[in-house]
């Protein structure tokens, strides 16, 4: 017979996977039911039956209405995606208006070039003429500017003339002596001129008065030339 001790009793275990992880599982059959579950009723459902087939019908219309959805957008996205019927059919309108609008947009940039050329034309014989004018202004400056150095070189030529000869030295010194000149001048507020140290200004009569006027000077053209 064999002895008491050596004998093992073994309960059958479930595991969900090798490993230390164990799943919760029921307690054998024959054990029985616990004491702190004795004689307690399980909870009862109080939502009327009539609520409840309303509720498994409306997740039924729920699931059938969403499955009828997620058909017609995959029925749609294979219609009208790149690769489906509409999507080629698509890329073909839009290759024929990519087409069309790249042949108005040569069209349009001809008829701007055109334009443009005509433009250009019309302002490079705009500068021929402007250019034709300043041509004959700057001669007529320089015929101008010619004409008064003559009348000056002439002018002062006159007055060469009148200059003191060596041997006539001596008398116009004393010439000058006895007729000293004036040099001093004054000007007042309004332009007048005073000449002479001696003169008063309050004496002069208003008719008599010189007014000052301003005049060119000779050597404009001199000026001009250098310019």
């Not at 029985?32 to 409306?58: D, I, Y």
């Not at 034709?132 to 500017?145: K, P």
């Not at 004054?186 to 010189?210: P, Q």
Request: proline share 5%; aromatic share 6%.
């Amino acid at each position: 017979m064999r002895p008491t001790s050596l004998f093992l009793r073994q309960n059958p275990i479930r595991f969900k996977k090798w490993g230390p992880a164990v799943i919760p599982h029921r307690k054998p059959r024959w054990v029985p039911m616990a004491r702190s579950k004795m004689f307690v009723n399980p909870p009862t459902c109080l939502t009327p039956q009539e609520e409840l087939m309303h509720e498994q019908e409306l997740n039924v219309e729920y699931s059938r209405r969403m499955k009828a959805l997620v058909k017609y957008l995959e029925e749609d996205y294979q219609k009208y995606s790149d690769t489906g019927e509409a999507g080629r059919i698509e890329a073909e309108l839009d290759q024929k208006e990519h087409i069309k609008l790249v042949q108005e947009n040569d069209a349009y940039n001809l008829k701007v070039a055109e334009h443009r050329k005509l433009r250009l034309e019309r302002e490079r014989e705009a500068m021929k003429e402007r250019i034709a004018q300043e041509v004959l202004e700057a001669e007529q400056a320089d015929r101008d500017r010619l004409e008064e150095a003559g009348l000056y070189v002439r002018r002062h030529a006159e007055q060469i003339k009148n200059r003191v000869q060596p041997d006539q030295l001596e008398a116009a010194i004393l010439e000058a002596l006895d007729n000293p000149v004036d040099s001093e001048f004054a000007i007042d507020i309004h332009g007048h001129i005073f000449k002479g140290r001696e003169t008063r200004s309050l004496k002069v009569a208003a008719n008599d008065r010189e007014k000052l006027t301003p005049r060119e000077t000779e050597e404009k053209f001199v000026l001009n030339a250098e310019n």
